[in-house]
Each structure stands twice: as C-alpha cells, then as structure tokens.
C-alpha cells in the first residue's frame, strides 16, 4: 500500500518501483526491480495474450441482473423484506443504503432480515445458478483463448520458479556481474 511505501527509505522505494511516490519523475527512468521481475517473468515473445474473464465474468453479470428469474428472486426477496418492515426494490439497494460507519441496531436488524429473507427466497442459489448458466457458453466461445492463456501462466511460473531456484543456490557476494533478475549489485 501507498501507505506502506512511505514508511520505507526513498533509496528502497526507488529500487523496487523505478521512483519514488511523489517525487517529480525526470527524463531518465530508474531500473526497478518490479520492471526487471515483470520483464523476465512476461518476455516479450513469450505468446503472453489478453485475459478474457474479466469482461466473461462482466457480461454473465450484466444478463444475470436482467434475467426474468433474478429479477423475480429480487421481487420475493423485497417482498419479504417489506412484511419485515424494511423497503428496499432489492438486495443490492439495501447493501448501498448510507449506514453509520458503526453499525447500529437498525442496521443489525436489517441484516437479520436481509440474510433470512435470502435464504427464505433462496436468492443466493438462484443468482449463482443463472450467472453460471450465463458464464457456461461465454466460456465455451474463449475456450481456445483461456487455454491459450493457461499455456502462457504455465511458462511465466515455470520461468518464475528456474529464477527462485537459481537465486536460492547463489551466496551472497558471488552473484556475478548481475544477479538472476539482472539486477547489479552495488559497488560493481
């Protein structure tokens, strides 16, 4: 965390990151070991594509929310919420009410209402049936590309682990011109 980082020697932050948060970056970048870690690791050449689950996982979400079931699921759900007392049109509503940073009685008791009527409605089976139904064929249509990126994350861990291997059986003080991730050690 940024706050983490402020704790530390500039000299240490420059190291790992390339710069230090805050200070003015000139023309020249500094050689960070993130860089080096990254670069080694992701070789240009290594067949390294976009990820697909991110915008799968968007879109099974997106038709998941305007699915008819969901959409009944949320009405019981409010439904039972109301003969409770609470007013809400739906679970994500109730999440995003404005509550006291400590929680307070009401919001107890909402709560109680909350994951009752959930389960009365059994909204969270439904929800995760319907967006898995979703995700099925979306998958299916990336498939190639998905194992396509497994292969690539299968070479970067392999690289990642002959790299932990390598620096393990190497004494300090005996690295060479440049250590396993192409770093130099100082004074050379």
């Known amino acids: ?10 000299a240490w932050t420059i190291a790992l990151l390339g710069f230090a948060p805050g200070a003015r970056i000139g023309p020249v970048r500094q050689e960070s070991c993130t860089n080096l870690a990254v670069s080694e690791v992701y070789r ?3 067949g390294q594509i976009g990820d697909p689950v991110p ?7 997106l038709w998941t929310q305007t699915d008819p079931r969901v959409l009944a699921v949320n009405a019981a759900w409010s439904r039972c ?11 994500q509503r109730a999440a995003g009410h404005n509550w006291p940073t400590h929680p307070t009685a009401t919001e107890t ?3 109680v209402a909350d994951v ?15 967006e898995a139904a979703y995700q ?3 998958i299916g249509q990336n498939i190639s590309t998905l194992a396509h990126l497994q292969a690539s994350f ?3 861990l392999n690289r990642v682990e002959a790299l932990l291997a390598g620096s393990a059986g190497q004494a300090a003080g005996n690295v060479g011109s440049r250590g396993p991730l192409g770093l130099r050690p100082r004074g050379r």
């Open 1 to 10: 965390s940024f706050t983490a980082l402020q704790k530390q020697p500039p």
């Open 44 to 46: 240009s050449g290594s």
């Open 55 to 61: 915008a799968i996982a968007v879109q099974a979400s």
């Open 81 to 91: 919420m109301a003969q409770r007392g609470y007013h809400y049109a739906s679970p």
């Open 109 to 111: 008791a909402t709560a």
């Open 116 to 130: 009752t009527c959930k389960q009365q409605v059994n909204l969270i089976n439904t929800l995760l049936t319907v």
């Open 136 to 138: 099925t064929p979306l």
């Open 154 to 156: 299968r070479g970067a």
